[in-house]
């Protein structure tokens, strides 16, 4: 009976380290995605600088 409550604690700490490792990963493709539509844009205005100087 003790062995099975020794398991049961450590797949409640792997779920939770889950939890949080996804919880990360989101904030992290969060950020990535507003940095990469930033970048985009300032790429866009790049362009059109190039083109209206050519």
Do not use: Q
Not at 15 to 24: A, N, P, R, W
């Amino acid at each position: 009976m003790i062995r099975r409550l020794i398991k049961d604690r450590k797949a409640a700490t792997a779920v939770e380290y889950g939890l949080i490792l996804s919880l990360i990963v989101l904030a992290i493709i969060g950020g990535l995605s507003m940095f990469a539509n930033t970048t985009i844009g300032m790429w866009n205005n790049v362009s059109s600088a190039v083109v209206t100087a050519g």
